[in-house]
């Protein structure tokens, strides 16, 4: 009897693994695949970048205080889709940036299937068009899922990217997987692997890092272990003592937003200590 439980053990839990790694993609991707219309756009302020609606990479803001000091693109988190992060038009745009709200393959109106290679390959060519189109400095800004995406573009030393600034981020999503399946041979299954701490290693310029207190997803001791690790760039943490991973403040006026930009525009010359908002 105590064999066959052995037995019945081994297999369910070999079917587990599988399983897990079968649907691992699943686990992580959720998008929205619902594209805009017309009057959608209009009324959030919208415009497809750079076409219109059929070859898009993503959203940039019509309204911009002028004179435009730069463009942010935002690498969105690992669900919804890109046009639910119009916080950070709202906030950048009266600040005197012109802000791309990029969009993956697989999310939105988009084809594709989303995975670390497709997403990040795709990101290398927004850079570059928007470097075409609009000149520098590019300031990147990755929200959890997309941080892993902006680390991955800054480990690229051909890509004028001028700062980036890091949401929620993780230090690496296996380490994040193996604590959340602590029962799974998780270095040996994971596909994604969006690395922060290897990519951000030789990256020279200004790195911004935003963790919450409260975050139940991304614990902030990942966050913080990221930020550690960064030695090439100067750096900043901000630590939100009230937000949680989904509820970090947004609003426009709040103060952060413009000590992040003034940050990656103006570095300083040496690391600083953490500031809380």
Partial sequence: MLLRIILYSVVLYIALTALVFLLQRRLL????????????????????????GIDYRGFIN???STPVKGTVMVFHGNGGAASDRLFYTRALAPLGYRVLLMEYPGYGGRAGKPSEASFIADAKQSVALAHHHFGVPLFLWGESLGAGVVAALAADSTL???????ITPWDSLTRLAQRLFWFLPVRWLVRDRYDNVRNLQAYDKPVAVLIAERDDIIPKAHGLRLYESIQSSPKKLWVFEQGGHNNWPRLPQEPWWQEVMLFLYSPLPTPVEPMEP
């Avoid at 991707?29 to 219109?52: C, E, F, I, M, T």
């Fill in 29 to 52: 991707y959720h998008p929205s695949v619902n594209p805009l219309s017309a009057s959608d756009l209009q009324a959030l302020g919208l415009q497809y970048w750079p076409a219109s």
């Fill in 62 to 64: 019509t309204r911009v």
């Fill in 160 to 166: 004028p990217i001028a700062g980036v600034a890091l």
